[in-house]
């Protein structure tokens, strides 16, 4: 039986899945091995590769039947898979600057690895849910955290760009000044941007933005008695359970949404839009909610395009695995091996 891995390097842990070449996933929810980043590469590649054992005794396959691997990690990497010469967060080790982690893992496992950043893999992931690995369509998704990320997929092909930013939806400039309820609002990202779409919706913008414009309209809230990172992290409980102040929080990420989804739709006419990630690991009812909310965010829509299909993307904790699996899959294809 042929079967390709996808394999999410985090911060902290590696996450695996398997996939048949019938698409069927072997893996049901996370299977999980610490990562040991901080390491470097030697030590790191070698929990992969110990990691990737465990998952195939998990799914009761021997290793000899995966043939192709889909790794993705956190950027900044070149579209190839070779990391910053800068450094980055999750790669802190002096050995990584500039070190090619598609190459290396291809190298230690004697096996064909696919590369994608993590938004790009999750991005792929919500496409596949929808269409399978063989499609032809275009999707457009944004995955909601700390951050903002997420992916364009053009006739079924992941758009990576030329120096592997090519997804960056977060630090795309929305005009966030046609929302109505947040005049005088001076949203900043960590980019330096003022007024990009992570600036407007993420966690970090709940806690660095919105709290802080918020809170003194509602001088009794209780938010404004904790701390402020953890009162950030409650405001979409809050919300979903319809407290008046959250609500209007989301309202406004919402409406920043549309009118990023209104570039989007002028720009690729997308066969769907989807969204995920944190901000909607809420109920079915606040789920509906929001979509309809990003519709009345959207400036109005050419008729032949006003009917695009939003989609909220399952599966958040394994998605990075699953569409760094599904893109391995194509790999797999497209070289005979499955
Ligand atoms: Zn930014």
């Given amino acids: ?23 069927k996933f072997l893996i049901e929810g996370l299977c999980e091995h610490p990562a040991l980043s901080k390491q470097g590469p030697e030590v790191c590649l070698q929990q992969i590769e110990d990691g990737l054992k465990i998952a195939a005794d998990l799914a009761k396959i021997p290793l000899t039947d995966i043939v192709a691997i889909g790794l993705d990690t956190p950027g900044p990497a070149s579209a190839a898979g070779q990391l910053s010469a800068k450094g980055s967060t999750n790669f802190v080790h002096a050995d990584w600057a500039g070190f090619d982690i598609r190459e290396g893992l291809a190298r230690k496992l004697g096996k064909p690895v696919s590369y994608l950043n993590d938004g790009n893999a999750g991005a792929l992931w919500g496409h596949f849910t929808i269409f399978g690995a063989n499609s032809k369509e275009t999707s457009v998704s944004i995955v909601i955290g700390t951050g903002l990320g997420g992916g ?13 930013f090519g997804g960056e939806l977060g630090h795309v400039l929305i005009p966030y000044q046609s929302i109505p309820g947040i005049e005088g609002m001076k949203p900043n990202c960590n980019c330096g941007r003022l007024g990009d779409l992570e600036s407007v919706c993420s966690l970090t ?30 405001v979409r409980g ?38 995920g990630g944190g901000a909607l690991e809420a109920s079915e009812a606040f789920q509906k909610w929001f979509i309809d909310q990003v519709r009345v965010g959207m400036p109005t829509q050419r008729e032949e395009q006003a009917d695009i299909p939003i ?8 998605a990075g695995a699953r569409g760094a699996a599904i893109e391995a899959l194509k790999l797999a294809r497209s070289s005979g091996l499955a």
């Fill in 1 to 23: 039986m042929e079967v390709v891995a996808g394999i999410d390097l985090g911060g902290t842990a590696i996450n695996y899945t398997l996939i048949t070449r019938e698409e």
């Fill in 311 to 318: 989609y909220v993307m399952p599966n958040g904790d394994t």
């Fill in 238 to 275: 809050m919300a979903d359970r319809g407290d008046a102040m959250c609500r209007e929080i989301f309202r406004v990420q919402a409406h920043g949404i549309g009118l990023f989804l209104d570039e989007m739709v002028n720009t690729f006419d997308p066969d769907v839009l989807i969204i």
């Fill in 205 to 234: 913008a709940i806690e660095k933005t919105f709290l802080p414009y918020f809170l003194p309209k509602y001088p009794d809230h209780e938010l404004g008695k904790v701390d402020r990172s953890k009162a950030a992290k409650m």
């Fill in 152 to 164: 364009v997929i053009i006739d079924g092909n992941v758009v990576k760009g030329r120096k592997g």
